[in-house]
Structure formats: C-alpha cells, structure tokens
C-alpha cells in the first residue's frame, strides 16, 4: 500500500468487471463524492479523483512517470525490445531527459507543419467513406482506426500501405497499458516492439539518403545534429505512431456514439461550432481513464501528505465529469462554456501530439456526418475491455 498521513476511504471495483468498464461514471461520481482521494483496493494504490486534485499530481515537479531507483527491478527476458523502446520513451522519461526530447519532438508539431495534413486528412476520410457496407457495419474497423493509423502515418512520413501493419504492432504494444495484462499480452508486445523497432530503424536510415521533408526526416536530422541519439529518435518515433493513433480512434468512436443521437448535431458540428464540440466529447467520453504517476520526494497535495517512493493513480475519467468544473457534468453540452479538460493529461507529459488530433477529430466528424446524415448507431456500441483506455471495440451503425 502506497504510504500517505492519513487513512483514504477504502473502494473495491473490479476495472474487469463489463459493467463497469461499459460505464465507469456511476463509480467515478460516487469516489468524487468521498473526496480528492481514495484508496482503490483493486489497484492498490490512491487514486485521484477530481478535477483539482487530478491536475496537481500530473503538473507537480516531484511526482513523474520514470520508476524510482530503488523500485526498480530487472527487466524480464521475455520484455527485452519492448523495455528497449520503453527505455527512450518520452511516456517514461523525466527532465532533463524528457525536456530535452520533447522540445525536438514539439519543434516538428508547429501549426504550419499540422495544417498542412488538414487536406490528406479530408481526402482519407472520402475514401474510407466511399467503400461503406451498403447494410450495417462497424465503423471502428472502417473509419475510426484506418483513418487515425493513416493520418499519423501520412505525419510522420510512412507509406500509407504500412498503415494497417503499424496499427496492428500498436495495438499490441498498447495493451501492455491495459489492467487485464498477462503473460500472452507481454509476448505479443515484446514480439511487435521488436517489429516496430525494425520497421523505424529502416524509415530512419532510408531518411539519411533521400531529402525528405518529413517528421520522420527531422528526427533524423535532429539526431544527426546531436539533439537525440538514435534510440531516442527511433523510441518517439514508435510512440508517436502508438499515441497517435490509439488514443485517437477511441476519440473518434466515442464522438460518433454521442453524436449519432444529438439532436442539436448540425449546430454542433458547424465551422464555427466543431472546435468547441471536439472538446465536449473528449471531456464527456475521454480516451484515457487512468495514468500513474511516482513520487520522488515527500509531498503534500490537498492537505494529504504523500510519501517518497510511493506511487498514485490520476483518474482523468472522473476528473472529466466533475461538476465543480463543469455544471452538471455527467450532462453533454457542446455549446457549454469551454473549460480545459484533462483528456490529454496535463503538465509536462500532456499529449505532444494533442494538436493533430484536435485536427483530426475536427474533420473527420463534419466529413462523415455531411457523406452520412442518417448515421445512425443500429446496436449497443460494445466498450472495448481495455481500462485504463476508454473505446468502442465494435461500435455498428448504418447510413442508409
């Protein structure tokens, strides 16, 4: 039990449990209400649970992500190329380290540099909508993956035929994210780090003889400069590709499933309405539920002392509905005053690529909606059993 200076109220929930990973907002409500804090048995660990308290953990400068030295414990055989990639990852890093990449990192996600995807990304989302079922079908498999996975592959600068071989190697190495992770998930994630790694390294090298123009070609430019070593180059290259996609297509999926149904929907999804819209389901239906974070110094947050070595858990997922942010929180309002959320997390690990999938969602939504105006969802969507991440595994709808 991590160790903090007063007794947390106790909670049980089973995050396998399809109840509640179908719907954990009746749980979040109910922890909210027993304070900043509790202690979630399952896990083992305190968890944050508001808004206010959620923000202060991930922003605080002695709490971070990279395991403290005397937590750390060998890596398993069986793990090597995954913790190989993990080892660079700007996920698992702390300054100066983490600065230091994610500097390079955001230098290529300029606002000229994302506009200019603003057109692939239209046209992909055309011709995934073109080749629709003409009868029900699942539009996580038809448009939210293939188009996420395609968008950050025409990004980063890969062929687009890979796209569908990258999402899957990603899937892979994700889930060792997830709270149902076992041997079996281990090997696959090893099994596609290690594939993942290969495929990049050769992006990489191909970069170094051709001008291209590229993200993947300023990484390479970046590291032949000095500012990142190959293996750092090539760990944000593969965690670019992994966040880019992952956390996007649930995003995707999720906004559909809320808008489908909307009746103020073409208000909602007008020019100058999207923006705001895009942030009202990431805030309503975040992508991601829950992120750890480590404390390295003995620390105090809401008058709850914390102490070095231990470890806490941020629920983004409750702090996204809590009503001292948002009035009535558990109420979708597109057209609500905009508040920043935390579906994108906060401080110096918030999402670097944040932006582009913003843009994403701000295009893909108006451009299905207006091909497909009588979208309409033809079954319960079925949540994927993947908490901490918040998506559809099959969400089937009709458009005719």
């Given at each position: 039990?991590?160790?903090?200076s ?34 979630w048995k ?6 944050a ?12 400068p ?12 060998p ?12 080892a ?9 380290a983490?600065?230091?990449?994610r500097r390079?990192t ?27 079922p003409?009868?029900?079908?699942d ?10 996975a395609?968008?950050i ?13 990258l999402q899957?190697?990603s ?13 079996q ?6 099994a ?17 003889n051709?001008d ?15 500012g ?21 297509a649930?995003?995707?999926g ?5 808008l ?23 805030r ?10 480590y404390?390295?110094?003995d ?14 858990g ?9 009503d001292a ?8 309002d ?20 944040a ?9 893909a ?32 709808v009709?458009?005719?």
């Open positions: 039990m991590a160790q903090t007063q007794p947390l109220p106790v909670v049980e929930q089973d995050p396998g449990d399809p109840e509640f990973f179908d719907n954990p907002y009746r749980f979040y409500d109910d922890i909210r209400r027993q304070g900043d804090f509790v202690f399952d896990y083992d660990l305190p968890m649970t508001t808004h206010a308290a959620v923000s202060q953990i991930m922003k605080h002695d709490m971070g992500r990279a395991v403290p030295e005397g937590l750390q414990t890596v398993p055989t069986h793990l090597q190329a995954f913790a190989a990639v993990e660079h990852s700007l996920l698992e890093l702390e300054p100066p983490h600065g230091r990449i390079v955001m230098s290529a996600f300029t606002s000229p540099r994302i506009a200019l995807i603003a057109p692939v990304i239209s046209q992909l989302a055309d011709r995934l909508i073109d080749v629709f003409e009868g029900p079908f539009l996580i498999d038809a448009y939210a993956k293939p188009l996420a395609q968008s592959a025409a990004f980063l600068g890969v062929d687009l035929t890979r796209a569908r071989r899957d190697w899937n892979q190495m994700v889930a060792m994210y997830q709270a149902r992770r076992d041997r998930i281990e090997d696959e994630a090893n596609a780090a290690a594939s993942m790694a290969a495929f990049m390294k050769a992006e990489l090298d191909e970069r170094r051709e291209r123009q590229d993200f993947l070609a300023r990484l390479v430019a970046t590291s032949d400069e000095g990142l070593s190959e293996a750092e180059a090539l760990s944000t290259a593969i965690l670019l590709m992994n966040a880019g996609h992952e956390a996007t649930h995003s995707l999720n906004a559909v499933s809320i489908a149904g909307f009746e103020g929907r073409a208000e909602a999804i007008a020019p100058d309405a999207i923006a705001g819209t895009v942030e009202e389901c990431l309503f239906r975040p992508p991601l539920h829950m992120f750890t974070r404390v390295y110094a620390t105090e947050v809401e008058d709850l002392k914390f102490e070095k070595d231990s470890q806490i941020c629920l983004l997922g409750s702090a996204c509905r809590d942010v948002w009035p009535d929180g558990n109420l979708f597109p057209f609500r005053l905009r508040r920043p959320h935390l579906a994108f997390g906060h401080g110096i690990h918030s999402c670097v690529g932006a582009l999938a913003r843009l994403e969602l701000q295009i939504l108006p451009v299905l909606f207006a091909r497909c105006p009588d979208l309409r969802v033809t079954s319960p969507p079925k949540v994927a059993d993947s908490y901490h991440f918040h998506g559809f595994e099959a969400l089937e009709a458009v005719r």
